[in-house]
């Protein structure tokens, strides 16, 4: 009960934030992620988890998965096949205590997050022990709890200081050299943020595990972006504890309690296409109109592309509905409406959809709609 009333008020806050950012900017071109793939199941059999916390891929392209609470590293091929495990229950080297970061560095070697043992331990790719260091503490350079860790193409590694809500930055010997973020659930905020990953391009990628959502960030700590919500659906989490981006851009999430890998695809998004492209009304309000109506009556401005492609999708990523302009009446008048039906005919839920317009040489440009019944 308590969740079904968070979940309500942030829908409410959200389409209040989502009217007030079409008022001020129809549409804008960006960056979107859709479902691609899953696979894995509780248990504690090779290949099974309990409690996936972590992941990070190797230059192979093979994934190293924190398996937590069976206190060991599972290895598999980016398909999703089994390769080997190490580790168990312990305070030695080579064991663990509820483990709940892994990285690989330029070497190919493996450290782990050993949060309860307040510690990283580092490993050969085949899970052979090679050394271990850190403490506990509240100070620059010391961890409440070090559940992520992750390290870029300059050896930068990055903690996630998960119970002080933050992301402190080291050199590769372990030296600070930067710290981001504060308790709460506002953009660049975090709540208990468990891991975090990067990208050939240096971005940093963090599961902020008790906002159920992902955010993006420069290698400095700017904001880039966000996806997520609490929920079993494509797309949404359950505390979701690990991450790990590949050499192709895709994004692979541990969604913890949903005992389940999520993968999600970047899709590029031009700045070619006109970004001002009129959308109304938006949020819709059934009651009042049945239909919204994509590019201005005159201002050429803010129409649609000639022989423009809408496709509209729901947060989880799935496709809604397609429309084409011209429409039926075969007029090229920079306009196209939806009667915010799906594919099917049917009428389609209260909620955030996303649009993308595609023009003619695949430029493309997206923004968000709000439906309320």
Not at 7 to 33: H, Q, S, W
Not at 310 to 321: F, Q, T
Not at 351 to 373: A, F, L, Q, R, S
């Amino acid at each position: 009960m308590v969740d079904m009333v968070v979940m309500k008020r942030g829908f409410f806050i959200n389409l209040i934030f989502v009217g007030f950012l079409f008022m001020t900017c129809p549409a804008y071109c960006g960056e979107y992620y859709e479902f691609a793939a899953k696979w894995g199941e509780y248990g504690r059999e090779d290949g099974k988890f309990d409690c996936t916390r972590d992941l990070s891929i190797d230059d192979e392209e093979n994934l190293y998965i924190v398996d937590m609470g069976n206190n060991r590293i599972q290895k598999f091929t980016k398909n999703g096949i089994f390769i080997t495990k190490w580790g168990r229950s312990g305070t030695e080297s080579g064991q663990f205590k509820w483990p709940c970061g892994i990285a690989i560095d330029n070497e190919g070697n493996v450290c782990v997050a050993d949060t309860f043992n307040n510690r990283i331990q580092k490993f050969t790719k085949n899970g052979s022990f090679i050394a271990k260091w850190g403490n506990y503490g509240s100070g620059t350079g010391e961890f409440v709890g070090c559940c992520g860790i992750a390290i870029d193409n300059e050896e930068n590694v990055y903690v996630a200081d998960t119970y002080n809500h933050r992301i402190q930055k080291f050199t590769k010997n372990g030296s600070f050299t930067a710290k981001w973020g504060n308790y709460g659930s506002g953009t660049g905020e975090f709540i208990s943020p468990y891991n975090l990953a990067v990208d050939k391009e240096g971005n940093i990628y963090v599961a902020d595990t008790y906002n159920h959502r992902i955010q993006k960030f420069t290698k400095n700590g700017v904001f880039i972006t966000k996806w997520g919500g609490v929920g079993t659906e494509n797309g949404q989490f359950k505390w979701p504890c690990g991450i790990a981006v590949d050499n192709e851009g895709n994004v692979y999430v541990a969604d913890t309690f949903n005992n389940r890998i999520q993968k999600f695809r970047k899709i590029e998004l031009s700045s070619h296409i006109r970004k001002d492209i009129m959308v109304y009304p938006n949020p819709l309000k059934v009651y009042n109109h049945p239909r919204i109506t994509f590019g201005h009556p005159t201002d050429e401005n803010k129409m649609l592309p000639e022989r423009a492609e809408i496709k509209i999708y729901n947060i989880a990523g799935e496709l809604v509905k397609t429309i084409k302009e011209p429409e039926d009446d075969g007029k090229a008048d920079g306009r196209a409406t939806w009667d915010v039906t799906n594919n099917k005919g049917n009428k389609v839920a209260s909620g955030v959809y996303i649009y993308i317009i595609t023009n003619p040489v695949g430029e493309k440009c997206t923004g968000k709609i709000g439906i309320v019944k």
